[in-house]
């Protein structure tokens, strides 16, 4: 018989998110009267902008016309789309042919991995969103679960200590750094500096960036970059992706892109660039052509409007949550709540718990539906991750019922 | 410096299709003058139904709306549609738990070799799809390219000689078998009796069958069979991948889905549909929403009417192909075409001519791209692949044209 791959029983229990939703499933099951709200998986909640929907909808009605009917399109994705996002997300530092358009970040995260094959150093902010690492665990570039994490993989804790930012000297050569901001789950953003200091070290030491900036366009603060491509040397360092998930509302539709540069080189000189064409062309189908006329609609002057529009809707959800736990209740309990205004995330740590235990004591006096840190990685035991993402209504409502909450 | 896959160095040239369009592109370059016409890529270029165009475009619509907006949906698809196909593919034979909906059959078949890792051994029927074999040798499987194929894939030819339904005794146990029926692109379709076979080897070798029936919906005799399931036995040992690509038009909206039983299992007794749904939830994050409301409309009674007019409109394009390879100037050069009426390709041998040499003669003569049959694998060579998918005045012109075709 056919064995199984040897990643899979390395990882370890559920996935993060299937494991919060099934205790909430459970939770609900034992609690039929609680009214359950989310502030848990960053899911968008409010419609897409009719202008954008409108695109869509047209698109898909054209399918059913000669004139307005199309196939297969290039796997890379619809060149129009690629030339507008080099336009409005990179100013030109970018060429069409260094993007790649996919059916979202998640997906792109776990096929960049397939460039990289399963001998490969891997480092990761800790915390970090989970599917790097399970991403390099199926892969089986990892290794071993050893309790606190995976043998092959070196971890840089991301705390109050250091601000957030990591110390890039235990980084080793020839390593595949995964870094994301705004940050997932603490929602700090790398300054130009922070960045600057992370391309150098890259560039010295011949690592290569997967840079998640899935949520860029949460970014008011304008003197903190929005893409790795505006630091210099970033392009012989650095792959970037990005979504159009959350500032458009389309966690279901599926649409996101990927930045491979030109001037990227693999040790024996050979472009990333052209073995990532050759992924999305052999591995890939190109993302829906409905989802891409969508994507055009988002990046015209309506369709901008309209995404700033409703990330400031969750950036008020955010900032309504952080005022709830600097709350006299939770400053009793120690605890500490970051939130910069420039991501969707609020993270706090209460002091002395187990994240576990405090997502279960929420849930249970609140029915309120968090996320636990420690599902993040070791570095966020005894953190909760506060999502902005839910209609305003709710996130009154949910703040109402922390602001009595202890334990 | 980080090295390249060594799976992306074992990749021989370009992908067939990409050398295809190269070659299309070249040709039209010097040749403005010429009105190319294609049979070549199985590219769908019928316009979708208005049933189903609409039942997107309101979709679409209603993401703009409090109602009608839905975030992320479950990875492994709708769950209103995982038990439709169920129901109207399968007639219960498969549970809606077994059922995994895709962005296509393509990604799927690139996915699923993360469920077997690098050292599994690989057959594929020879000609093939050329994703199989790829897919295998980007994550490692393949091992080297000797000249004639790869080393650790084990060619099973399909020849005239044995009605191209490959000797099974050269399968080695505990491998991953790739087989497709109707083939692509031979267009034969196995028998009952034949997969039954394949399922008996398969289940007494301990090898998985990944049964690929993306043109099941071209079988018009109802004695063939259209899925494994139909098969005793294939519960242990098959995975079945399937598409709307062509039935529905859907070739760029994506949407697809695979079968994985419960009943299926690897070497440690661990189960195979398990670590499916992990690769589903942890790597891909579901199908489009707007193409999976299209894919409920096209299994209700009028999707599934319009889905077979827009398949008897291809299946007619093939017949007249058919009649023109059998043509008094083609026998005269010793061509034998073969076409089922239960597939979309029309494959012709050409003796004593190689593949590529038809393909720039028919190009250059009559200005009609083809595939050449040498780029599915050894067997393939002096073959030549018609596609059925065009509009009809095309398929007529094309045939006129080659009515008069001689090399």
């Known amino acids: 018989m056919i064995k199984r791959n040897t990643g899979f029983a390395n990882l370890t229990a559920g996935y993060l998110f299937p494991e919060v939703a099934r205790r909430r499933r459970e939770y609900a099951a034992s609690h039929p009267e609680a009214k359950i709200i989310s502030l848990g998986i ?9 202008h954008i929907a409108s695109a869509m909808s047209d698109y898909a009605l054209g399918l059913a016309t000669p004139e307005g009917y199309s196939g ?15 336009e409005v997300f990179y100013s030109g ?13 998640k997906c792109d995260i776990a096929r960049i991995q397939t460039l990289f094959g399963n001998d490969v150093k891997v480092a990761v902010q800790d915390p970090a969103y989970p599917v790097y690492v399970d991403g390099s665990v199926v892969v089986g570039a990892a290794g071993e679960n050893i309790g606190s994490g995976y043998k092959g993989i070196t971890y840089l804790p991301c705390t109050e200590e250091n601000s957030f930012f990591p110390d890039l000297s235990k980084i080793e050569p020839d390593t595949l750094i995964y870094f994301c901001s705004p940050n997932n789950p603490t929602g700090v953003t790398a300054t130009k500096e922070q960045l600057k200091k992370l391309v150098d070290y890259a560039n010295a030491k011949g690592c290569i960036i997967i840079y998640d900036s ?22 012989t360092c650095a792959i970037e992706i990005n979504s159009f998930s959350k500032p458009a509302g389309f966690t279901g539709v599926r649409l996101g ?3 491979v540069p030109n001037e990227l080189k693999f040790a024996d000189g050979s472009s990333v660039n052209k073995d990532w064409n050759r992924v999305m062309t052999t591995l890939f189908n190109g993302a829906s052509n ?10 015209d002057e309506q369709g901008l409007k309209d995404m700033k529009a409703q990330v400031d809707y969750y950036l008020a959800n955010g900032k309504k949550i952080k005022e709830t736990l600097d709350g006299a209740n939770f400053k009793a309990m120690g605890v500490e709540a970051y939130f910069t205004g420039n991501g969707p995330y609020v993270w706090a740590k209460f002091p002395g718990k187990k994240s576990w235990d405090v997502f ?16 993040f990685g070791p570095a966020g035991e005894s953190f909760i991750r506060f999502s902005s993402f839910g209609h305003q209504a709710d996130v009154e409502e949910a703040c109402g019922r922390l602001s009595s909450f202890s334990m």
Chains 1, 2 share one sequence.
């Open 290 to 299: 409905i989802a891409q006329a969508g994507g055009l609609a988002a990046l």
């Open 257 to 259: 892109w990927s930045v």
């Open 214 to 235: 899935a949520y860029s366009e949460f970014i008011r603060d304008s003197n903190l970059p929005k893409s790795i491509f505006e630091i210099e040397g970033a392009k």
């Open 93 to 105: 530092k970018v060429d069409a042919s260094e993007v790649f358009i996919s059916d979202g970040a």
């Open 42 to 50: 960053g899911n968008t909640t409010e419609p897409v902008s009719k």
């Open 360 to 375: 279960d004591a929420i849930l249970d006096k609140c029915h309120i539906v968090t996320t636990p840190g420690s599902g």
């Open 72 to 86: 297969y399109g290039d796997e890379q994705g619809n060149s129009a789309l690629r030339q507008k996002i080099a």
